[in-house]
């Protein structure tokens, strides 16, 4: 699967508004904002939510986690081709709240590689994108740790962390490059596109908003 950019990528995480129930109501929500403006927008949720929430809407579902296993005798591990039967079209890994060794996010590559399926893995800063690209990842979302989460935006407090983070990747092969991070509003994607971003992964901006559709509208509009 190839997808579409510029993207924005809607992570659920384990937020209550995110789970169960009320990750039916966002899907619905970001497949509404998707349609209207006419913009990528792509969710992830929990595995136990995945094949759920892929029956209920039309834009693309990734699962926030996949291990680099095989089938057979593994327990408590999301095997690659589970997660794509149950509707998974991606992945994210290595987000700085799942962090993997190194051979388990190469292995984690190679495997979703066999199964065509997307892989955005997520580096905290340039030097460890570079590091990350020699594995051909689909994209590399860079999001400073200490940012997560905030109000403030990595394109307005840290402009340099997407410009050398693009700059570094590119030496070593042509993987765009999402930001995330403190993501807000219209104004702070905006500027991440200007630095050359190829979109923006974001998480409690939206799925914790007073009002999800407003917020992701807001972005969408901004791409």
């Known amino acids: 699967m190839k997808l579409e950019t510029p993207v924005i990528i809607v992570n659920f995480k384990a937020y209550i508004q995110g789970t169960g129930s009320g990750a039916g109501r966002l899907a619905k929500i970001c497949e509404k904002v998707a349609h209207d403006t006419g913009k990528n927008i792509v969710i992830a949720v929990e595995e136990v939510d995945l094949h759920r929430i892929s029956s209920m809407v039309d834009i693309s579902v990734f699962s926030e986690h996949m291990d680099p296993i095989h089938p057979g005798a593994h327990t408590g591990q999301n095997l690659p081709e589970a997660l794509k039967e149950n509707g998974a079209k991606g992945t994210i890994l290595n987000h700085s709240e799942d962090r993997f060794r190194i051979d388990m996010l190469k292995g984690s590559i190679s495997r979703a590689k066999e199964l065509e399926l997307v892989t955005v893995v997520c580096a905290n800063d ?72 190829d979109g923006i992964l974001i998480a409690s901006g939206i799925v914790k908003a007073e009002d999800p559709e407003k917020a992701l509208r807001e972005l969408a509009e901004a791409l």
Do not use: N, R
């Open 126 to 197: 340039a030097d460890t994108a570079e590091a990350v690209a020699a594995f051909e990842p689909d994209f590399i979302a860079v999001e400073p740790p200490e940012l997560i989460g905030g109000d403030i935006s990595v394109s307005t407090s840290k402009p340099e962390v997407i410009t050398d983070t693009i700059a570094q990747v590119k030496k070593v092969a042509a993987i765009p490059v999402l930001c995330g991070a403190g993501v807000k509003s219209g104004e702070d994607v905006k500027k991440a596109i200007e630095l050359g971003a």
